[in-house]
């Protein structure tokens, strides 16, 4: 019996916080005294895949905290591949975004890391070609790209590997 592996943005964030290095520091800028004078800022680095982020812009350090682990996750989306979740694809959290078919998922939702993880995992395998992967996942190919532009960064990848593979970019 093989294992299941679990990307790093599927991690529980108790675990998830095991693998960072976890740092508190001083910014200036706006806040006030309590800014200034409190390490508020939080930066986080999970260490088996190097990949880092941080939040500075709330003069409590629970919030930075809280928006730190969320810029991770989404962080860890854009950066780490993972062919065995491709494969896997589409899973029980992704079929349970699926409605009447429609597809959704806002930004703000605590599922939008790993949908997009899975989401840019079978855009990946399938070379760029949104069509193949919408299909594998589901939903139509405009359902996927719109899911992909509310993060940018993940738009812009996609589009990064569409001309890799002589694509056309998408708009």
């Keep these: 019996m093989s294992a299941i592996y679990l ?17 508190h520091e001083r910014r200036r800028g706006p806040g006030g005294q309590h800014r200034n004078k409190t ?5 986080l680095k999970h260490l088996p895949t190097g990949v880092s982020a941080q939040a500075a812009e709330r003069r409590s ?3 930075n905290h809280r928006m730190a682990v969320k810029r991770l996750r989404i962080n860890l989306a854009l950066e780490v591949r993972s062919p065995e979740l491709a494969e896997a694809a589409p899973t029980e959290l992704w079929q349970s975004r699926r409605h009447e078919g429609r597809f959704g998922c806002s930004s703000d939702h605590e599922h939008f890391a790993p949908l997009l993880a899975e989401a840019l995992d079978v855009v990946f395998t399938h070379q760029g ?14 359902q ?5 532009k ?12 569409r001309r890799q593979h002589g694509l056309r970019t998408l708009e």
């Design 129 to 142: 070609q949104t069509p193949g992967s919408a299909l594998q996942l589901g939903i139509t190919t405009s």
């Design 61 to 63: 350090q629970h919030d």
């Design 7 to 23: 990307h790093p943005v599927q991690t529980p964030a108790e675990l998830l916080l095991r693998d960072c290095e976890v740092r």
């Design 150 to 161: 509310q993060e940018p960064r993940a738009f812009l990848l996609v589009n990064e590997w």
């Design 39 to 43: 390490e508020s800022a939080v930066v």
């Design 144 to 148: 996927l790209v719109k899911f992909l």
